[in-house]
């Protein structure tokens, strides 16, 4: 049986955090930002954690 395949585009997406939750970034800050607020802009910019329900799909596609 061939080995499983990490997903490409979620390697590129998603990192482990010491405790082991997942890493993300927020979408919506790549262009289109002059309707958007500075504080909107500014709180996009930081990295937030996936959420518990998709936990275990982004996991799947992780898988090495």
Do not use: C, W
Not at 11 to 28: L, N
Request: glycine letters at 6%.
């Amino acid at each position: 049986m061939p080995k499983m395949k990490t997903n490409s585009g979620a390697k590129k997406r998603f990192d482990f955090t010491g405790s082991g939750k997942i890493k993300r970034k927020h979408a919506y800050k790549s262009h289109i930002l002059t309707k958007k607020t500075t504080k909107q802009k500014r709180n996009l910019t930081y990295s937030g954690l996936v959420a518990p329900a998709n936990e275990a799909a982004v996991k799947l596609l992780l898988v090495k």
